[in-house]
């Protein structure tokens, strides 16, 4: 769900207030540079956080400054990929009694609109699919900057965050605490004009 999430928040990022230099094109998500994170937070029984990342995925974006309605986004995550840098806890959480990451190791997440809401910022809207169950999220997003790098690619990059409910995407927590029954979702990502 965390990964959905921010993805959503990173494809929405893309659909942001244009700067001058800006012109209608694609972008793919720079994963190989590492210049894109999809990170989480959760409770840990309501006395401290557990924090964690999705280490693998890929997407890209459609940005238009002269029409941001027709911004769109779509992302897909290796949920087996997910790290809160524990191994067991890792394993745990990807298990059947959370992810399932064996039955369902994909997350995706599919645009659906984009709507300005100030400058340089704007609410992505979108289906997320996580745990086999897919639900239409919404996630505040920022545009961080763009323009040319010191190689002559143009870039911009977002940021946004979200909350998921666990149980919206069939992920059972009613055995812990209600401060674990929401995660939080982070997403920062930055795109390389195609």
Not at 173 to 189: A, K
Request: glycine share 8%; no cysteine; charged share 20%.
């Amino acid at each position: 769900m965390i990964k959905k999430t921010a993805i959503a928040a990173a494809l929405a990022a893309t659909a942001l207030v244009p700067l001058t230099q800006a012109q209608a094109a694609d972008y793919a998500i720079d994963t190989e540079g590492q210049h894109a994170f999809i990170q989480f937070k959760i409770s840990h029984l309501g006395f401290s956080y557990i924090l964690g990342s999705f280490e693998e995925f890929s997407g890209s974006f459609h940005y238009d400054p002269e029409n941001l309605e027709a911004s769109a986004a779509n992302l897909e995550v290796d949920v087996t990929s997910l790290t809160s840098n524990h191994a067991e806890r890792d394993k745990h959480i990807k298990s059947d009694d959370f992810l399932a990451t064996g039955e369902y190791p994909t997350a995706t997440f599919t645009s659906t609109g984009f709507a300005p809401s100030g400058d340089n910022e704007g609410v992505l809207s979108g289906e997320l699919t996580l745990h086999g169950e897919t639900n239409a999220i919404e996630m505040p997003v920022t545009l961080m900057g763009e323009g040319e790098d010191p190689w002559g690619n143009y870039r911009a990059g977002f940021e946004g965050s979200t909350t998921l409910v666990l149980a919206d995407y069939g992920i059972d927590m009613s055995q812990f605490p209600e401060s674990m029954h929401e995660l939080e979702l982070y997403v920062t990502l930055e795109g390389i004009r195609q």
